[in-house]
Antibody, heavy 121, light 108 residues
């Protein structure tokens, strides 16, 4: 079955760029919509955005255009870049699959285990 | 943005009891695009219910979802020891997708 695994630095300095990768195993990245979600004690769960193949992306406006999600089909991975980070971006970051392959309007049925990212100098 | 308000914040119950969790939306959720998740400490959320009332394969039938419009309910008919956790609702019919703040179901 499909499994997801996040990877990336656990510590990022303020004003720098956070970069995370999600590796998809047990299935093709080309067949689904994929999302990033984060969870912090202060903000709860926050949807960051989604991507479908290399065709379409959508982001949470709350991130003020700081987020970029991309797909690398050759590695069966998708990634998140979040620029100009501050302490408010400290959170556990999850990658997740959207359940219905034909539309982004569905629940998140498969999640990675999550990776903690701390923004601090 | 659609704000989802969950109540109660904490539910203290004993194994075998029935749990009723509420999720109220600040505006109507389109086409019952509402999900429920369970989260245990140190774990990712797990999908329990989608489309307001549908269970994915492998979710026990003691978990049931209902509601439409702005009012949704998750019911756990008889609590098992492994059901004590935090539960979140989430809407995916409007962008941005939003989550409720969670209800903790704890052992009484």
């Amino acid at each position: 079955q499909v499994q997801l695994q996040e990877s990336g630095p656990g510590l990022v300095k303020p004003s720098e760029t956070l970069s995370l990768t999600c590796t998809v195993s047990g299935g093709s990245i080309s067949n689904s919509y994929w999302s990033w979600i984060r969870q912090s004690p202060g903000q709860g769960l926050e949807w960051i955005g989604y991507i479908y193949y290399t065709v379409s992306t959508k982001y949470n406006p709350s991130l003020k255009s700081r987020a970029t999600i991309a797909v690398d089909t050759s590695k069966n991975q998708f990634s998140l870049r979040l620029t100009s980070v501050t302490a408010a971006d400290t959170a556990v970051y999850y990658c997740a699959r959207i359940r219905w392959v034909q539309s982004p309007n569905d629940a998140f049925d498969i999640w990675g285990q999550g990776t903690m990212v701390t923004v601090s100098s | 943005d659609i704000v989802l308000t969950q109540s109660p914040g904490t539910l203290s119950l004993s194994p075998g009891e029935r749990a009723t969790l509420s999720c109220r939306a600040s505006q109507s959720v389109s086409t019952t695009s509402l999900a429920w998740y369970q989260q245990k400490p140190g774990q990712a959320p797990r999908l329990l219910i989608y489309g307001a009332s549908n269970r994915p394969t492998g979710i026990p039938d003691r978990f049931g979802g209902s509601g439409s419009g702005t009012d949704f309910t998750l019911t756990i008919s008889r609590l098992e020891p492994e059901d004590f956790a935090v539960y979140f609702c989430q809407q995916y019919g409007n962008s941005p997708r939003t989550f409720g703040q969670g209800t903790k179901v704890e052992i009484k």
